[in-house]
Nanobody, 124 residues
Framework: QVQLVESGGGLVQAGDSLRLSCTVS????????MGWFRQAPGREREFVAA????????YYADSVKGRFTISRDNAKIAVYLQMDSLKPEDTAVYFC?????????????????WGQGTQVTVSS
């Protein structure tokens, strides 16, 4: 079993930065590809970013490319999402997810393990 806990959300102004963290406990984190998703009120959960098991490859949704950076620290068993140049449309609950595969999926249904989410609110 894998447990994920997100932190680092908050209320910021447009143009500010936030760094989300996701700590992993249970089975060894290095065996899992990791992803970040977000869900705004009334909308479906959407893909944000993902990283392979060893962190050698990353990919992003077009809406965050160039502004967000996903990284992982397998020694600390954590995954991070650095969010720069935040926009009001980035407002959502952000979730991290884990799947026991090398290449991280891009759809929520393909992930077995989820955190509880952390709220990010960006004011204009």
């Amino acid at each position: 079993q894998v447990q994920l806990v997100e932190s680092g959300g908050g209320l910021v102004q447009a143009g500010d930065s936030l760094r989300l963290s996701c700590t992993v406990s249970g089975r060894t984190e290095s065996s899992y590809a990791m992803g970040w998703f977000r869900q705004a009120p009334g909308r479906e959960r959407e893909f944000v970013a993902a990283i392979t098991r060893v962190g050698s490859l990353t990919y992003y949704a077009d809406s965050v490319k160039g502004r967000f950076t996903i990284s992982r620290d397998n020694a600390k068993i954590a995954v991070y999402l650095q969010m720069d140049s935040l926009k009001p449309e980035d407002t959502a609950v952000y979730f991290c997810a884990a799947e026991k595969t090398y290449w991280p999926p891009s759809t929520p249904a393909e992930y077995h393990y989820w955190g509880q989410g952390t709220q990010v609110t960006v004011s204009s």
